[in-house]
């Protein structure tokens, strides 16, 4: 087995473990390997992260505005 931290600004993010089904050594090339899908999978699920956050921030400005917006029209018509 083989455990690989991935750390982001001192702070433990994620844990990759390998597994082969015999003890066997890892190369460096495995170790690498193992890092830079570590990597990859850590900075698909931040931007899955950062994406569903701004859509979300989308969402509440829509709703904000749709809010002000009738809020606009209220006072328009009573100055009517």
Do not use: C, F, M
């Amino acid at each position: 087995s083989l455990t690989l931290p991935l750390h982001k600004d001192g702070q433990l993010v994620a844990v990759l473990a390998a597994h082969h089904d015999r003890p066997r050594p890892w190369s460096v090339s495995d170790i690498r390997l193992l890092g830079d899908v570590l990597e990859d999978t850590w900075l698909t699920l931040e931007n899955a992260r950062l994406y569903r956050a701004a859509q979300e921030e989308i969402v509440e400005r829509r709703r904000a505005e749709a809010e002000r917006e009738r809020s606009l029209n209220e006072v328009q018509a009573l100055n009517e």
